[in-house]
C-alpha cells in the first residue's frame, strides 16, 4: 500500500521560505522519479519541479532559482525548498511519484501513479 506523508506548509509572507517533505512508503523509492505538482485556488494542478533517480532535477520557469528539490534515498524522502516566495506561490503543494524506469526528470504529471494528500501553502503580500 502507498502512502505518503507531507509535512511543512503554511503561512508565510512574500520574501520568506518554507521547506516541504514527502516520506513515501509501499513502493521502491529509490529507483522511483520523484515530482511536486501544485494546484492554485481556482485553477488546474501544474508541474512545479521534478528529481530523477540519478538526482537530475527540472524545474518550472516560474519557480526556477528560487525552488530547489532534493532526494534523500535513505530515509525515502523528498524534500522542497522554496525561497523567496511570492503570493502566487500559493497553492495546495502535492509530492508524487512515478513507476517509469528512467533516469532522467519526469515532468508529465500523467506519468505519475503515485500522489501524496496535498499540503497548503499560502504566501501573503
Known amino acids: 500500500q502507498v502512502q505518503f506523508v507531507e509535512l511543512g506548509g503554511g503561512s508565510v509572507q512574500a520574501g520568506g521560505s518554507l521547506r516541504l517533505s514527502c516520506t513515501a512508503s509501499g513502493f521502491t523509492f529509490s529507483r522511483s522519479p520523484m515530482a511536486w505538482f501544485r494546484q492554485p485556488p481556482g485553477k488546474e494542478r501544474e508541474f512545479v519541479c521534478a528529481?530523477?533517480?540519478?538526482?537530475?532535477?527540472d524545474y518550472a520557469n516560474s519557480v526556477k532559482g528560487r525552488f530547489t528539490i532534493s532526494r534523500d534515498n535513505a530515509k525515502n524522502t523528498v524534500y522542497l525548498q522554496m525561497n523567496s516566495l511570492k503570493p502566487e506561490d500559493t497553492a495546495v503543494y502535492f509530492c508524487?511519484?512515478?513507476?517509469?524506469?528512467?533516469?532522467?526528470?519526469?515532468?508529465?504529471?500523467?506519468?505519475?501513479?503515485?500522489w501524496g494528500q496535498g499540503t497548503q501553502v499560502t504566501v501573503s503580500s
Open positions: 508524487a511519484g512515478s513507476s517509469i524506469d528512467t533516469v532522467l526528470p519526469v515532468v508529465s504529471e500523467l506519468s505519475y501513479d503515485y
Open positions: 528529481v530523477s533517480r540519478t538526482f537530475a532535477t
